[in-house]
């Protein structure tokens, strides 16, 4: 996208839009029970604490997360409706004006299930995470060009961090991150004896009962297997963006170093006893990483380009 007003408006709606996702992480995950008093014996348990329409108290850390939460979510709805309606004739292309017009329904649904967030179906949870990632993304990728696409390789990278992204919140919905607390194995299995492949459906919610008895570290560690495989592809792509020349050298190395770090603070949540800002971090890695991987398909269309 060219300099100008209409750039602005999209690198401040995306800046909000990172206000959005990491707000909302803190509030699910506090909801969830990371960060209370009497860690881990709390995990769980404060999933329905302060449903929809419940008072918090005033000057709480959760009190001040939702409020930022709401006056970002608001701020960007109009940053959108002004993208679309003031900048129809300066998004050059049919696929960045379809980009544009699906940040506002995608915000639109995100306002809709927040009406039912809190909730113990893991499909809200995964609504609300995969929503604003795919907003973020339509955002950047506004920011970063008005035209073109991505190589097969790329789009692979992108469909993979977004499974990833799905398996990280279904670890959340499920509460089964302390299921494994050890690294690389779970106790030194690989993988669960037996598996409750309800565990992986996000439109099932599963009674107390079932997920005391659930095997839920397969959870973990298609998790992890899961970003064994980012991984590859993404150093693939790295390395191929290092070697194609000094233009996209510098987005080959940031996907890199974003990579390697996400994996540090994965690893760093096992080792800590996932405390909440590790947590916090894990996710906001999640979206800047997301990021780069968009960032790098631009900085390839435009090389291709150029040569």
């Given at each position: ?12 709606a995306?800046l ?7 707000t909302?992480?803190y509030i ?11 860690w ?7 999933v329905?604490?302060?449903?929809a ?10 009190f001040?997360?939702r ?5 970002a979510?608001s ?10 309606f ?7 292309g049919?696929?960045?004006?379809l ?15 927040g009406?039912?967030t ?34 097969k390789l790329?789009?692979?990278a992108l469909?993979?961090?977004?499974l ?5 919140g279904?670890?959340?919905?499920r509460?089964?991150?302390?299921s494994?607390?050890?690294l690389?194995a ?15 459906n ?5 009674s107390?009962?079932d ?14 297997y ?20 000094a233009?996209?050298?510098a987005?080959g190395w ?22 909440l800002?590790l ?19 631009w ?9």
């Amino acid at each position: 996208m060219k300099p100008g007003p209409l750039r602005w408006l999209v690198l401040a709606a995306l800046l909000l839009v990172l206000v959005i996702t990491t707000t909302s992480a803190y509030i699910r995950l506090s909801q969830a029970g990371f960060g209370c008093a009497d860690w881990p014996a709390c995990y769980g348990r404060s999933v329905s604490a302060y449903s929809a329409g419940q008072l918090i108290p005033e000057r709480s850390a959760l009190f001040w997360a939702r409020a930022m939460h709401r006056l970002a979510a608001s701020s960007t709805g109009i940053l959108l409706l002004l993208i679309v309606f003031l900048g129809w004739d300066k998004l050059q292309g049919t696929a960045a004006r379809l980009a544009a017009v699906t940040t506002v329904i995608l915000a639109g649904f995100l306002a809709w299930l927040g009406l039912f967030t809190p909730s113990k179906l893991p499909a809200v949870t995964l609504g609300n995470l995969l929503g604003g990632m795919s907003l973020l993304a339509l955002l950047w990728w506004l920011h970063q060009r008005d035209r073109g696409g991505g190589r097969k390789l790329q789009w692979l990278a992108l469909a993979a961090l977004a499974l990833q992204i799905a398996l990280g919140g279904m670890i959340g919905a499920r509460h089964a991150a302390l299921s494994c607390i050890t690294l690389p194995a779970c106790a030194g299995g690989w993988w669960p004896d037996a598996v409750d492949w309800r565990l992986f459906n996000p439109f099932l919610a599963l009674s107390a009962s079932d997920m005391g008895s659930a095997a839920r570290e397969a959870l973990i560690m298609s998790h992890r297997y899961g970003a064994a495989l980012v991984a590859g592809i993404l150093c693939l792509l790295g390395v191929k963006a290092i070697r194609r020349g000094a233009h996209s050298a510098a987005g080959g190395w940031m996907l890199l170093g974003m990579l390697g770090l996400q994996m540090l603070l994965g690893a760093g949540m096992v080792v800590a006893n996932f405390p909440l800002p590790l947590a916090l971090l894990h996710n906001l890695g999640a979206a800047l990483l997301l990021g780069a991987t968009i960032g790098l398909s631009w900085r390839n269309s435009k090389n291709q380009e150029e040569t």
